[in-house]
């Protein structure tokens, strides 16, 4: 049974850092596509970073330069460093993975493509 679990969200200040981690079984972070996602209130749940199973890596553009995801094999977690926040962060994070396209940058495939962790609030006030 695959299972993601998050942790790490919270309330930041603007300009502050926060990071999560997704601890993963039932799959591996090394052999599959992971990937962060986030969804505001009103708005479709979009990817913010991805990383597959080559650790090749992109993200969307808006967090560019001021977030970094990242995984330890060993420890089967994916991660999400926050720096330099702003407000416009502000969503529900999900972590992501897609275990059977591992060398994918799974970016654009269908929301029901994905296992998902259970959503943590980020919240950065002004």
């Known amino acids: 049974q695959v299972r993601l679990v998050e942790s790490g969200g919270g309330t930041v200040q603007a300009g502050g850092s926060l990071t999560r981690s997704c601890a993963g079984s039932?799959?591996?972070?090394?052999?599959?596509?992971m990937a962060w996602f986030r969804q505001a209130p009103g708005k479709e749940r979009k990817w913010v970073a991805i990383?597959?199973?080559?650790?090749?890596?992109r993200y969307t553009e808006s967090v560019k330069g001021r977030f970094s995801i990242a995984k330890d094999n060993a420890k089967n977690t994916l991660y999400l460093q926050m720096s330099n926040v702003r407000p416009e962060d502000t969503a529900k994070y999900y972590c992501?993975?897609?275990?059977?396209?591992?060398?994918?940058?799974?970016?654009?495939?269908?929301?029901?493509?994905?296992?998902w962790g259970q959503g943590t609030q980020v919240t950065v006030s002004s």
């Open positions: 990383i597959n199973s080559d650790s090749n890596i």
């Open positions: 992501a993975a897609e275990p059977f396209r591992p060398k994918e940058l799974c970016y654009g495939l269908s929301l029901s493509s994905y296992y």
């Open positions: 039932g799959y591996t972070v090394s052999n599959s596509c």
